[in-house]
């Protein structure tokens, strides 16, 4: 190592000699042998120096020699950019081995985003008229990887010249060259249509396929070329028989499939031409049914062409049918094991023969991938044709028994997309083994998939109700949030079947508590009908005499269980409050029990425990009120919003005076932006007479608002702050905090005609308590707008009456 180093440079007093550059082999090897990476760095910066030297020295023949151990260097991860200069001056070299080497560092150091780049275009386009096909293949190369939209534009023609060239080798490199320009530039695309449509002519496959993917370039970036290209069908149904019956060949045969690159590129070029095209689709009919018939499936080549046809037929318009009906049989054979088929009758007949091959493909075929993708096009089809996919149910539910763990999710959520309320209890028996041992990350996807399954289409809810419990029982801990509150709305509405629930889930709970969902359930069940489980009788399931003891015993082990949550204990302790209630001999061990989470850590336990304790001590005589059972949680009711509180649904009061109409027309604008003047000006207000004030009765359910002690209910006052043309505003406010306050305005029409196009707006100032209300209606065809200032408001925690005055 010391003496690599050592042969690099001697130093005479002002003089550096260097001596001959080692060779790239041997760079090579010693930054390979480096043992730590500090070693390595020192390599490389020693090498960089010397090539630095080397650039420096100017033409001495080892320039070449120099950029491709700098290119190395490059490739380890290293700076090199301090070689972009000398690739620009390699590739104007006459030389071809520095040329090449200079094309070779420009594609690998160069990008369009340098300036540096710009500097090779007039070489590029030098070397594009260059008598030598290997100096015209090397320009052509750099410009296809890194040319920048306006080096595209500069040499777009030149490309399209030698799109014309009587030589192959060029004629394949410009082709690929053109891709590269239209995706750069697309507006350059009608540039290339006719020398692309002239390529197909050519023999040489490797022209054939540039042209081909040129041509599907063509068609995507601009919809209007479709109709050219379409001319040229034929000639590609031509090009593609030739490739299915042509005989062996050396230079182009992979796994016994003649250039599968090729077939596959065609067949997703015919794809879009014939998509919406009847003339089109009933040219390339005859050459699919030949293409399935002729193709070995037995081979990754020959399934990745019949993969590619059977997109083909899904995707055209074919009106007459695919003949060979004496082949039907034997497509069906050889591509059983491949991902899709073709029918040989009406479309739709050709439809369902191509579904059936799929299905057996999913389960036959012996590659995973080859499953995978089955799987996949029969997912889409599924949306479209439910019924043809729904024969092969079978088929798709074996796919779940498959090793391969993507391949099962792909079969999961078709075997989901299948259910049905025809063969929902199959179906379903199907998934709930699945569930037992599919593997952890398919889980919540499968309990899931099962809830939403039994919700559209369970045929009882005792059928529903045990659907989810052998749910929680398998899968507890993998289901999601919203499965116990909607499980627990399920059970509350089944009101004959409260016995056969808690039975059940009692023994769950007896038997396991690990599964958190199910014991959550399970406290909250036992909660409410309690005095169901300890009475023992039960039609629908075998009883079992269940003692007080037991089950407290059962909801002890829940409170005290390292597995519980925080949550699972709040149900826990609700449900053995609850059983105070419903049992007669155990009420001071449920005291004990209840006073002892009094001193929880958990802050939301010990409220409910010291909530609870108030119950006995100071409202015993209301806990039998309190703790009765829930009422019925009606799902579709206005006022089930399934977790989201925005607001009370009330009964309208025919009694008092109609409501206001509100206005449906949208405000203007104008209007819209003066409500920011409403806290413009202040005038002197006024005192109103207050209108009456309404009082609540106090019950004795109010008390429940002072579990605690120290707080009574006080009537909050409603007062009258603007009363005009037959229309009352009615002020109520209720004291939240400290420093917040809730404001209601209730609006009442008194007259016996509709007011219509009624707003209100208001409007609060962030430095004083104060608010000015609008008003704008129309009423018996005259519109009325007035605005009033509320500059105090009427509440118990205020002293005085509200202060209002109209502006």
Same mark, same amino acid.
């Given at each position: 190592?010391?003496e ?25 090897r010693?930054?390979?042998? %480096? ?73 690998m150091?160069?990008d ?48 399209e ?29 009608e ?52 490739l ?15 250039? &599968? ?22 040219a ?41 009906? @004496?082949?039907?049989?034997r ?15 009406? &479309? ?6 191509y ?12 590659v ?16 479209t ?94 289901v ?36 958190q ?68 001999d ?33 409202y015993?005589?209301?806990? %039998? ?74 019950t004795?359910? @109010? ?67 104060k ?37």
């Open positions: 190592m010391m690599y180093f050592c042969a690099k440079s001697t130093t005479s007093g002002f003089d550096t000699v260097m001596t001959p550059s080692v060779r790239l082999q041997e760079m090579i010693v930054i390979r042998s %480096a043992r730590t990476q500090g070693e390595e760095r020192g390599i490389i910066q020693r090498e960089c120096a010397d090539i630095r030297a080397q650039f420096r020295q100017g033409d001495n023949g080892e320039r070449s020699h120099s950029l491709a151990k700098l290119l190395y260097v490059h490739m380890l991860g290293y700076p090199a950019h301090f070689g972009q200069m000398e690739c620009v001056r390699l590739i104007a070299s006459p030389r071809y081995n520095e040329k090449r080497m200079g094309y070779l560092g420009a594609m150091l160069l369009e985003k340098q300036d540096a780049s710009l500097l090779i275009t007039n070489s590029i386009k030098n070397d594009l008229s260059h008598s030598s096909q290997y100096v015209q293949s090397l320009a052509l190369c750099t410009l296809a990887c890194m040319g920048s939209a306006e080096m595209c534009r500069d040499l777009a023609s030149e490309i010249r030698l799109l014309r060239a009587s030589n192959s080798y060029i004629k394949k490199k410009a082709t690929l060259c053109a891709v590269h320009i239209i995706r750069k530039v697309p507006e350059l695309a540039l290339f249509i006719p020398s692309a449509r002239s390529l197909l002519s050519e023999k040489n496959h490797g022209v054939l396929h540039g042209a081909v993917v040129l041509i599907t370039e063509l068609c995507e970036r601009n919809p209007d070329t479709l109709d050219q290209f379409r001319k040229a069908v034929p000639e590609l149904v031509q090009i593609m028989k030739g299915v019956t042509s005989s062996y060949s050396p230079e182009h045969n992979v796994a016994g499939i003649s250039d &599968p690159f090729l077939q596959v590129r065609i067949l997703r070029l015919l794809r879009i031409l014939g998509h919406n095209n009847d003339t089109a689709s009933d390339m009919n005859d050459l699919l049914a030949q293409v399935a018939t002729n193709t070995d499936s037995s081979k990754t080549a020959g399934s990745a062409v019949l993969y590619e046809t059977v997109l083909t037929i899904m995707d055209i318009n074919s009106e007459s049918g695919l003949r060979y009906e @004496a082949e039907q049989e497509v069906l054979w050889e591509l059983n094991e491949a991902a899709g088929a073709i029918a040989q009758h009406t &479309p739709h007949e050709q439809r369902d023969f579904y059936a091959t799929v299905a057996g493909a999913a389960s036959a075929f012996p995973m991938s080859m499953s995978y993708i089955s799987m996949t096009s029969l997912q889409k089809i599924v949306q044709d439910h019924n043809a996919v729904q024969r092969h149910r079978g088929t798709i539910v074996d796919c779940l028994k498959d090793q391969d763990t993507s391949v099962k999710r792909r079969a999961l959520e078709l075997s989901l997309a299948l259910v049905s309320a025809v063969n929902i209890r199959s179906m379903m028996k199907e998934l709930l083994i699945f569930l037992s041992t599919c593997p952890l990350e398919l889980r919540s996807q499968t309990a899931s998939g099962i809830f939403n399954a039994a919700e559209r289409y369970s045929p009882s809810k005792r059928w529903h109700i045990d659907t989810i419990l052998h749910v929680l029982t398998t899968a507890g801990g993998d999601r949030d919203e499965t116990v509150p909607n499980l627990i709305q399920l059970i509350s509405t089944a009101s004959e079947l409260h016995c056969y629930t808690v039975h059940k889930l009692y023994r769950a709970l007896v038997k396991d508590i690990s599964q969902s199910l014991v959550q359930v399970a406290c909250w069940c036992i909660g409410e009908y309690g005095d169901l489980l300890l009475k023992g009788e039960c039609e629908e399931i075998e009883p079992v005499q269940v003692s007080e003891d037991d089950v407290l015993e059962a909801l002890e082990t829940v409170l005290q269980s390292h597995m519980s949550s925080p949550a699972t204990r709040g149900f826990a302790l609700t449900a053995t409050m609850k059983l105070s209630t419903r049992i007669t155990n009420v001071d061990r449920i005291r004990s029990i209840v006073s002892i989470y009094g001193s929880c850590i958990d802050l939301e336990l010990q409220q409910r425990a010291v909530e609870y304790n108030a119950l006995f001590k100071k015993d005589h209301m806990r %039998a009120a309190v703790l009765e059972r829930m009422p019925v949680i009606d799902k579709n009711s206005p006022g089930h919003t399934n977790g989201d509180t925005s607001g009370e649904v009330k009964e309208p009061d025919t009694s008092k005076p109609k409501p206001v109409e509100a206005g449906l027309l949208s405000e203007p604008v104008s209007q819209v932006c003066d409500l920011l003047d409403l806290l413009g000006g202040t005038d002197t207000p006024l005192q109103p007479n207050p209108a009456p004030t309404s009082t609540s009765t106090t004795s359910s @109010a008390d429940l608002l002072d579990l605690l002690g120290g707080l009574e209910p006080t009537p909050v006052p409603s007062v009258t702050v603007y009363e005009k043309n037959g229309l009352s505003l009615k002020m109520q406010c209720d004291k939240q905090t400290e420093t917040d306050i809730t404001v209601t305005l209730i609006a009442s029409n008194s007259t016996q005609s509709d007011i219509t196009n009624f707003t209100l707006q208001a409007a609060v100032p962030k430095v004083s308590l608010m000015r209300v609008r008003v704008s209606y129309s009423n018996q065809g005259a519109v009325h707008q007035d605005t009033v200032q509320i500059d105090s408001f009427p509440s118990p925690a205020w002293n005085g009456q509200p202060s209002i005055s109209p502006l």
